[in-house]
DNA sequence: TAATAAAAGGATAAATACATCTTTTTATCT
DNA sequence: AGATAAAAAGATGTATTTATCCTTTTATTA
């Protein structure tokens, strides 16, 4: 329902906002998360062309959040990865329908609808803050 | 948020719900639907194989719908062509998550939930018979 | 200012999804 | 029974997504 580059992305910023404050290189998300290392590198660079996440380079460079987690929302960070396309014309081009979907496409318009805004109104910190047993990306210890 | 192929056996189906009872070619679905004749007669099959839909070889054969209208809804035929995958057990196969899905997954999986409700609740009926302006599939005429 | 550690960029490869083409099988009608 | 029209099956091709590798650029620190 949601890509492997988005499910990447996700696991990427959360693992930030776990630290918040510090930077941590590509290669430490990368095992924190169990996502591919160069893989992530680019999922790193999309985020941070969208500013969900700045990067420093250099020696003791890496990645950060570029919000508190309370501003940046799971829509967020998919929408700057793989962005959730609306059907917004008729996809079987029918001039008639135009702009004004049938009811086929508008229910599936709406589906998707439904989804981003339970994406808009998730914030990091409502994932995080939440008590409950399993603490995203972690292992618990006993 | 549905794949390529759901959408062509959305309208598939729709398209035979159009003229219940009939039988029609996968080449005549393939022209009224817009998608690509070949193509089609894969998804086409795939549906048959989950009798969502039947088909009947030879001469005078063709597609007809297996159900009545309102007995097949979005979910089946969405499910028949490309299943929609919850996610049952955490993604980084951390052992203490396990079953037990963090918030992060937790979230992303009410997500798929909620859409495969919606189209639990779509029925063929409903898509056809909701009074609109257009019709789906079809030009309508001035 | 040289060494180093990190991101950034480019090229390539593998896997999957989407699409087409050709042949075979099956039922129907004459 | 033979001709025909349709689905079924198999082989192949293209595009997109996912993943890897190698080089270049940039900032930091000693």
Same mark, same amino acid.
């Given at each position: 329902m949601?890509?492997?580059?988005?499910?990447?992305?996700?696991?990427? #910023?959360?693992?930030?906002a776990? !630290?918040?404050?510090e930077?941590?290189t590509?290669?430490? $998300?990368?095992?924190?998360?169990? #996502?591919?290392?160069?893989?992530?590198s680019? #999922?790193?660079?999309?985020l941070?062309?969208?500013e969900?996440? $700045?990067?420093?380079? &250099?020696?003791h460079? &890496?990645?950060?959040?570029?919000?508190?987690?309370?501003?940046?929302?799971?829509?967020?960070?998919?929408n700057?990865?793989?962005? $959730?396309? !609306?059907?917004?014309?008729?996809?079987l081009?029918?001039?008639?329908?135009?702009t !004004?979907?049938?009811?086929?496409?508008?229910?599936?318009?709406?589906s998707?609808?439904?989804?981003?805004?339970?994406?808009?109104?998730s914030? #990091?910190?409502?994932?995080?803050?939440?008590?409950?047993?399993?603490?995203?990306l972690?292992?618990?210890?006993?």
């Open positions: 949601i890509s492997q580059t988005s499910e990447y992305a996700l696991r990427a #910023v959360i693992c930030l776990q !630290h918040p404050g930077l941590h590509a290669t430490k $998300i990368a095992k924190l998360t169990k #996502v591919p290392d160069p893989y992530l680019k #999922v790193l660079l999309i941070a062309k969208h969900v996440v $700045i990067s420093k380079k &250099g020696l460079g &890496g990645y950060g959040l570029a919000h508190s987690p309370d501003k940046i929302t799971l829509w967020t960070i998919i700057a990865v793989d962005p $959730i396309k !609306h059907i917004k014309s008729c996809p081009k029918l001039e008639s329908h135009g !004004h979907l049938c009811r086929l496409h508008k229910r599936v318009n709406d998707i609808n439904m989804i981003e805004e339970l994406f808009k109104t914030t #990091v910190t409502m994932i995080l803050d939440q008590p409950t047993k399993s603490i995203p972690c292992e618990s210890k006993k």
